[in-house]
C-alpha cells in the first residue's frame, strides 16, 4: 500500500495512549504503538487481519478490522475467513485477534489456515477465555490456538477432533478439567487427525477420562511437547488400538512433559510412539499401570509411581 495512503492518529478513539497507523481510504488501522509494542503489525502472509472483542465489539455493525470496529463473536470471525475466495487467499493465512472474559459458544467450524491470538486478560489469567465444548465438523485445516484458556461448558470432551480439522495445533492454551460443578471428560479426543500439536499448554484439574485420547485412524505427525498435566484423575496421553501413522509425517512423539495422573501417566496401545524426557508421576502401581510405552523408542523418562521412582528405561 502507498505510504500516502497512510495516516496516522494520537489518542484517537479506541486507541486512548497510543499511536495509531490507519488507512485513509478505509479508516481501518494497518497497526498500532502503545506503551507495550507493536500491535497488529501487518500480516506477512497477504492474509487477513480480525479483531474480536468479546465485552465491547457489535456483530450486527462492526467490520471486524480494528479494536474499534471489532465483532462480538469469535464465530462471526471464523465465518468471515471462511468465506475469502480467490488465489491470493490459498496459501496465505489469516489472524483472529480475540479478546474476551469468558464467551460462552460451542465451535461447530475452525477457520481455514488462520492464528487465533487470545490477548487481553480474563480475571487473573493473561489470556482469552471461552466456555463450550467443540467438534468441529467442517473441512478446514490448518488452525492454530494460541494463548486461548477453554473451559467446560458440560460433562463433556472440550475438543473432539476428526479428519476434518488436520493441522490443527493448541500453544500456550490451557485447558479446565473442572469447574462450577462441571468436569470435562477429556481435552482433546481426536479421530485420524493428522498434524495434530500440542505444545507448552496446560491441562488443570481432573478429567474424568483420558486427558489426552488419541483414537483409531491416521494420526500422523503427532507432537506433545513440554505440557504440564496435573490432577488428572484417569490417565493423561492415551495413544489408542488403531492408531497409525505414515512415512511422510511419522510416528508421534512426546517430549517433555510433565504429567501427575492417578492411573497411567502415558499409555501407547500401537508402541509406536517417540517418548523422551518426559517428568511422571502416578499413583498407580509400578509398570504398565503407571508407564506402558516402547522401551525401543524411549528415552530419560522419570517415573515417580505409588511404590517407587525410576529412571525408564533403564540399563536394558
Known amino acids: 500500500m502507498p505510504v500516502t495512503k497512510i495516516g496516522s492518529r494520537w489518542d ?21 504503538i502503545t506503551e507495550g509494542g507493536v500491535v497488529g503489525s501487518a500480516n506477512p502472509s497477504g492474509g487477513g487481519d480480525y479483531y474480536v472483542d468479546n465485552n465491547a465489539g457489535v456483530d450486527a455493525t462492526g467490520d471486524g478490522l480494528s479494536w474499534a470496529t471489532a465483532w462480538k463473536t469469535l464465530a462471526t470471525a471464523i465465518t468471515a475467513v471462511n468465506a475469502r475466495t480467490g ?14 472474559d469468558s464467551e460462552t459458544v460451542n465451535l461447530a467450524a475452525l477457520p481455514q489456515k488462520t492464528d487465533i491470538i487470545g490477548v487481553g486478560s480474563c480475571d487473573a489469567y493473561p489470556m482469552a477465555s471461552i466456555k463450550g465444548n467443540h467438534a468441529p465438523l467442517t473441512e ?6 494460541f494463548n486461548v484458556r477453554f473451559r467446560p461448558a458440560t460433562a463433556a470432551i472440550l475438543w473432539t477432533l ?3 480439522n488436520n493441522g490443527v495445533k493448541f500453544i500456550g492454551c490451557q485447558f479446565v478439567g473442572s469447574e462450577s ?7 482433546i479426543s481426536t479421530t485420524a487427525t493428522e498434524l495434530l500439536d500440542v505444545i507448552d499448554c496446560d491441562f488443570d484439574g481432573a478429567f474424568s477420562a483420558d486427558v489426552i485420547a488419541i483414537g483409531a485412524g491416521n494420526a500422523s505427525g503427532l507432537k506433545i511437547i513440554g505440557n504440564t498435566i496435573r490432577g488428572a484423575a484417569n490417565d493423561g496421553i492415551v495413544i489408542d488400538t ?6 511422510i509425517n511419522g510416528p508421534a512423539l512426546i517430549r517433555g512433559n510433565t504429567i501427575q495422573a492417578a492411573g497411567c501417566t502415558i499409555k501407547d496401545v500401537p508402541d509406536t510412539a517417540i517418548c523422551t524426557d518426559n517428568d511422571l508421576i502416578s499413583a498407580a502401581a509400578t509398570g504398565t499401570a503407571s508407564l506402558d510405552i516402547n522401551i525401543r523408542l524411549a528415552a530419560r523418562n522419570w517415573i515417580t509411581d505409588a511404590t517407587k521412582g525410576a529412571l525408564y528405561p533403564g540399563e536394558h
Request: charged share 20%; proline share 0%.
Open 162 to 164: 476428526i479428519a476434518n
Open 140 to 145: 478446514k485445516y490448518g488452525c492454530r490456538f
Open 181 to 187: 460443578a462441571v468436569t470435562a471428560t477429556s481435552a
Open 12 to 32: 484517537h478513539s479506541g486507541y486512548e495512549g497510543s499511536l495509531d497507523f490507519y488507512r485513509k481510504d478505509t479508516g481501518a488501522s494497518v497497526f498500532t
Open 242 to 247: 488403531g492408531a497409525t501413522y505414515s512415512n
Open 87 to 100: 488465489s491470493s487467499n490459498y496459501a496465505a493465512r489469516c489472524r483472529i485477534f480475540y479478546k474476551a
